[in-house]
T-cell receptor, first 111, second 113 residues
Framework: QKEVEQNSGPLSVPEGAIASLNCTYS??????FFWYRQYSGKSPELIMS??SNGDKEDGRFTAQLNKASQYVSLLIRDSQPSDSATYLC???????????WGAGTKLIIKP | EPEVTQTPSHQVTQMGQEVILRCVPI?????FYWYRQILGQKVEFLVS????????KSEIFDDQFSVERPDGSNFTLKIRSTKLEDSAMYFC???????????FGDGTRLSIL
């Protein structure tokens, strides 16, 4: 059974601080990793994708991947109240089309 | 920016009735997907579709479900005889290639009475 695990939170972070979100996955052949943001009652919105070990930066967001530890993380710098949402980790292997999803971490940015 | 569009935004149906959910994927995308999310639960994969056929489906996608691309733009999910447990948000997604990120529509909230 392929699993993606996330701490459900809520994770409370002061405005302007760095939010750190973590995700582990069980399937060693996973090749593609995605972070989505989901506001309550809305659809998942792609934030970052990462495919190789190391860091990938896009604006205030940095995704980090460690395939040996089966671990992927998302850092949000200079957190804003509008970043308050549930962050979903999704994982895909090359042999499948589907995304395997974590349950999400609820992030609250306190002004 | 191109987006996936879904209609209707909310569908209320009596148990046992057929329902069709509609999606228009991003125009240059070749891979199409349906997911669902029951309130308060994880997003779950239903089916993927490529080159006019199902490429993968989950255990949820049983004989009551079907997908179709009736023309060059629409992608539909049909549930033949709805059950109470089919109540969920249904998301359509598309991607340029199988490995590339999947982009989601706003979803259809399906309520079965």
């Amino acid at each position: 059974q392929k699993e993606v695990e996330q701490n459900s939170g809520p994770l409370s972070v002061p405005e302007g601080a760095i939010a750190s979100l973590n995700c582990t996955y069980s399937d060693r052949v996973s090749q593609s990793f995605f972070w989505y943001r989901q506001y309550s009652g809305k659809s998942p919105e792609l934030i970052m994708s990462i495919y190789s070990n190391g860091d990938k930066e896009d604006g205030r967001f940095t995704a980090q991947l460690n395939k040996a530890s089966q671990y992927v993380s998302l850092l949000i710098r200079d957190s804003q109240p509008s970043d308050s949402a549930t962050y979903l980790c999704a994982v895909k292997s090359d042999s499948n089309y589907q995304l395997i999803w974590g349950a999400g971490t609820k992030l609250i940015i306190k002004p | 920016e191109p987006e996936v569009t879904q209609t209707p935004s909310h569908q209320v149906t009596q148990m046992g009735q057929e329902v069709i959910l509609r999606c228009v994927p991003i125009s240059n995308h070749l891979y199409f997907y349906w997911y669902r999310q029951i309130l308060g639960q994880k997003v779950e994969f239903l089916v993927s579709f490529y080159n006019n056929e199902i490429s993968e489906k989950s255990e949820i996608f049983d004989d009551q479900f079907s997908v179709e691309r009736p023309d060059g733009s629409n992608f539909t999910l049909k549930i033949r005889s709805t059950k109470l447990e089919d109540s969920a948000m249904y998301f359509c997604a598309s991607s340029e290639e199988g490995a590339k990120p999947q982009h989601f529509g706003d979803g259809t909230r399906l309520s079965i009475l």
